[in-house]
């Protein structure tokens, strides 16, 4: 496991006596045998109440996961060979189905795993000769977790392509600010750069000022928050015409950049710095899909088809004596609402008077959340 720490003050005090330190701390601890396990095979419940919500998603012990039910009976090895047809469905949310489960307090055999290969192991027996059977196959995302996060639009009529379309690695890093632990793999660390990427990252990055080409936002005082982004997505493809400087929230959003996570530190971070810079409040729902955290995509496309007026992105919050007690994701100010992803954030709000809600909270009561605006 790494766990980032932010070194920002250092920075800036290194920057004054030359160029930006180019060094990302990470501290290393033991990863204990259970996450190993949780990556791979998965790990068994006895009770899905084993299970944690984080904000809707499902959680265990700080890291994202989903839940299958690896027992197929008898229909096994059809779900083997046809898993469309006759594979159960797996999970990524506290969806109705999971709520009706827990109610009845059902018990099959669940297993929860951060794999995002989308395959998985499932057994059973031959109907014929009750023999075990057991394989793995590509099970399909249940369509209720869809509708319950709004991902990618998809409780709009005729939006099907949010489920035909449906990827792991994208649905993880769209969350992946959610969860105190990121998963391993990270943009950057697969195979395919050139050996002399990080002297071409260093000097593009000092070339451009160590400004976003996108958003505009200068981190010269946070470098590795800027990241070198290739056009055609050929890592080894170094030509300046092939590279932009983008924050890496703007990166994260590219197309085809699914394995990028990005902490919910580093995203406040460039909003706040977004804001310290004098950017101006989004004219419209595309720009706050732009600035704000992928995690609230379904919330933003549900504000916008509801015609609610466009909030600011990333509003710190302070108090008397000007000292910042938390951030909003999303907020409007004349009616003191917002939307928190981190408790903390909820907490120091409602402390000054705000009415904060969590993303699938608002979700789930988004025609109180209506009213108040």
């Given amino acids: 496991m790494k766990l980032s720490v932010d070194f920002s003050a250092l920075f800036a005090s290194a920057k004054k006596m030359g160029d930006p330190i180019e060094n990302d701390f990470v501290l290393d601890t033991p990863r204990e045998p259970w996450e190993d396990k949780l990556g791979s095979e998965g790990i068994e419940l006895e009770d899905i109440n084993e299970l944690e919500s984080m ?97 990618q639009g998809y409780s709009k009529p005729g939006n099907y392509s949010a489920f035909n379309n449906f990827d792991l690695d994208e649905f993880f890093q769209t969350y992946s600010s959610f969860f105190t632990h990121l998963p391993q793999r990270k943009m950057g660390e697969a195979d395919g750069y050139t050996a002399d990427w990080p002297e071409i990252s260093r000097a593009f990055r000092q070339e451009k000022a160590y400004t976003c080409e996108k958003c505009g936002i200068l981190l010269s005082d946070h470098p590795r928050l800027l990241h ?114 981190d408790e903390r954030d909820k907490l120091h709000a409602e402390r000054l008077g705000w009415k904060v809600f969590k993303v699938h909270e608002a979700l789930d009561n988004f025609t109180t959340f209506m009213t108040r605006l």
């Fill in 55 to 151: 904000d809707g998603l499902l959680s265990y012990r700080g890291r994202q996961v989903l839940l299958y039910i690896q027992d197929h009976g008898s229909r096994v090895q059809e779900a083997l060979v046809a898993p469309d047809e006759a594979g159960k469905k797996y999970h990524i949310a506290e969806c109705r189905t999971l709520h009706k489960m827990r109610n009845e307090g059902r018990f099959e055999r669940y297993v929860i795993t951060n794999d995002i290969s989308g395959e998985f192991e499932i057994s059973g027996h031959d109907y014929m000769t009750g023999h075990p059977v057991e394989g793995r196959t590509r099970l399909r995302i249940c369509k209720n977790c869809l509708t319950y996060l709004n991902y």
């Fill in 228 to 341: 070198v982004h290739h056009v055609n997505g050929v890592k080894s493809d170094n030509r300046k015409s092939n590279l932009r400087a983008f924050c890496a929230d703007c990166h994260s959003k590219e197309a085809f950049h699914k394995s990028m996570y990005v902490s919910h530190a580093d995203r406040q971070t460039i909003s706040r710095l977004r804001h310290e810079q004098q950017f101006q409040k989004p004219d419209n729902w595309q720009e706050v899909i732009s600035l704000a955290d992928s995690g609230l995509r379904g919330f933003i496309e549900r504000c916008r088809s509801g015609c609610l007026p466009v909030p600011e992105v990333g509003l710190d919050l302070q108090d008397d004596k000007e000292e910042v007690k938390g951030m909003l994701e999303l907020a409007w100010p004349l009616q003191r609402l917002g939307i928190a992803i």
